[in-house]
């Protein structure tokens, strides 16, 4: 059985796909850019903490999770306002379910950051939001998410 994380990340990339938010949306930080591609989203997850627990066994454990979608966009004339776009579908999409599908208690926009690239044949920019996602697992099964 997958860790509750890849249960997150394929229900995001999920909702991403369905709402059309890019080109492609792929579950993970290191997949490559094919040179025609003008959106993209990249789902993953940064670090978690345990925000606290339960005292009897097996403990309830109730995570805090950072998920990253990456919005990267190439476009020689209008980059920012595509990222923004690509910003705002994302926001729309998770804000329209923000307990993805009963999956998560909750999943919150809490960063933005922006960065330009125009080194390479075109200008190609980056959107990286950062996502609190709250969930629960038990001590015994961290692939299960519990209420």
């Not at 040179?35 to 454990?61: F, G, H, W």
């Not at 959107?127 to 697992?137: E, I, L």
Request: glycine share 4%; aromatic share 4%; proline share 3%.
């Amino acid at each position: 059985m997958a860790h509750a994380r890849k249960t997150i990340r394929d229900t995001v990339v999920t909702i991403l796909t369905n709402a059309a938010v890019a080109d492609t949306v792929s579950k993970s930080r290191v997949y490559p850019i094919p040179a025609d591609t003008v959106s993209m989203a990249l789902v993953y997850t940064n670090s978690e903490t345990i925000a606290q627990t339960t005292l009897t066994y097996p403990r309830k454990l109730d995570r805090e999770m950072s998920l990253i979608i990456e919005c990267v966009a190439r476009d020689a004339d209008y980059l920012d306002e595509r990222l923004d776009r690509l910003c705002e579908s994302v926001e729309n999409a998770i804000g329209a379910d923000n307990t993805l599908g009963s999956v998560v208690k909750d999943c919150v926009l809490t960063d933005t950051q922006i960065t330009l690239d125009f080194s390479g044949d075109a200008p190609i920019g980056s959107a990286r939001m950062q996502f609190r996602v709250s969930y629960r697992t038990a001590e015994t099964d961290a692939g299960t998410i519990i209420s």
